[in-house]
Structures are given as C-alpha cells and as structure tokens.
T-cell receptor, first 112, second 113 residues
Framework: GENVEQHPSTLSVQEGDSAVIKCTYS??????FPWYKQELGKGPQLIID?????GEKKDQRIAVTLNKTAKHFSLHITETQPEDSAVYFC???????????FGQGTRLTINP | DTGVSQDPRHKITKRGQNVTFRCDPI?????LYWYRQTLGQGPEFLTY????????KSRLLSDRFSAERPKGSFSTLEIQRTEQGDSAMYLC???????????FGQGTRLTVV
C-alpha cells in the first residue's frame, strides 16, 4: 500500500523567510497530492493540492511542486507570517482506493 | 452550509462505556470519511461511505466500532465497550465523488478514563 514520508518533523523560520516541507510517496499510481494545515484543537484544513498532470501549482504565498519521477512533492510558503504557525500534513491516495494516507506532520513555527 | 460539523467536540467516558459521535457533511458531498488521529500523528483512515453505502473499512476498525450513514446524509460512529487505547481525535471529512480533496470537520476528542 501507499507509504508517505514527511520531513522535517519540526521547522522554525524567521518571519518573512520561506519554509519548505517535503514528502515522498511509494505508489507510482498515486495521482493526487493535497496539503493540510492543522491548528491546535482544530481539524485539518485543505490549503492546496496538485494533480499528477502538473508539476507546480501556486496560490498566493503557497505553492506545491511535484516530481513524479522521484516520487516526491513539496510545500513552499513564502513571506511567512505568524499565522502560518501550525502543523502541516501531506497526503497521497492509496492506489485504487478512496482514502488518503497522511504523512507524520511538520510543526512549523514562525518566529517574529 | 459552513462546512463539516461534528458533535460533540469533546467526550470523556469511563472504560467499558459506549459512545456515539455524529457527523454532518457538506450538504452536496456524497462521500463521507471517518479518520482517527492520535497525538503527534497524521490522521488514519477508518472507513468511508458513498451515499449510504459503506464501501471500505480499515483493519483499525475493530468489531467494537460501527459506522452508519442511513440516509446518505449525516453519519454516526459508535464505539462499544471503550478502551483507553480508543482515546483519540475522531475526524469526519466529506468530498464529492471523483474529487479526492476532502474537507474535514473540527473533530471529536475522545478521552477514555
């Protein structure tokens, strides 16, 4: 089945700098890759996603890149702000199954 | 409709008791998922429905767990004879068929004492 590895587990950056979180997946048939942001005491919030027919997608300060050959995808946050502090999860679908397999999460802290 | 709604937000129960959680998905979404999340981990899939049909169940879902979605709208997740290991956040999510992008509710945090 699908295995998703996420790095780093914690990340601390200065406000205004960029943050990058990386994930690798094992199933080459996976074709959809979402990123979720989870704040304390809340459910995960879908912030951006990418399908396997594109290599990059941007939405304001966040972007996701996908390398299908290497089976990894990354979340990029530019001009970080204190409200970006949260736990971020990547996910990938298990092939031919209607469920997402999540990474272990990255706790991002933005230092003022 | 402002999103996926879960009730209750918190539940504390004694070991051995039964508990039931409710999820109301986004109204036009025909797929509904239950996930479980323990501290410091990502959500783990439990089960999912397409309309009223339960189409997949994880091995994590022991026979003490049962989920229903009787009319293809809201869903309930029941845990019988709760154990301390059941303590977790139970998350519900919904999506449209053909779209893997699932929207999560705020979760129900279960504490078994």
């Amino acid at each position: 089945g699908e295995n998703v590895e996420q790095h780093p587990s914690t990340l601390s950056v200065q406000e205004g700098d960029s943050a990058v979180i990386k994930c690798t997946y094992s199933d080459s048939a996976s074709n959809y890759f979402p990123w979720y942001k989870q704040e304390l005491g809340k459910g995960p919030q879908l912030i951006i996603d990418i399908r396997s027919n594109v290599g990059e997608k941007k939405d304001q300060r966040i972007a996701v890149t996908l390398n299908k050959t290497a089976k990894h995808f990354s979340l990029h946050i530019t001009e970080t702000q204190p409200e970006d502090s949260a736990v971020y999860f990547c996910a990938a679908p298990r092939a031919r199954a209607q469920k997402l397999v999540f990474g272990q999460g990255t706790r991002l802290t933005i230092n003022p | 409709d402002t999103g996926v709604s879960q009730d209750p937000r918190h539940k504390i129960t004694k070991r051995g008791q039964n508990v039931t959680f409710r999820c109301d998905p986004i109204s036009e979404h025909n797929r509904l998922y239950w996930y479980r999340q323990t501290l410091g981990q990502g959500p783990e899939f439990l089960t999912y429905f397409q309309n009223e049909a339960q189409l997949e169940k994880s091995r994590l879902l022991s026979d003490r767990f049962s989920a229903e979605r009787p009319k293809g709208s809201f869903s309930t997740l029941e845990i019988q004879r709760t154990e301390q290991g059941d303590s977790a956040m139970y998350l519900c999510a919904s999506s449209l068929e053909g779209n893997m992008g699932a929207f999560f509710g705020q979760g129900t945090r279960l504490t078994v004492v």
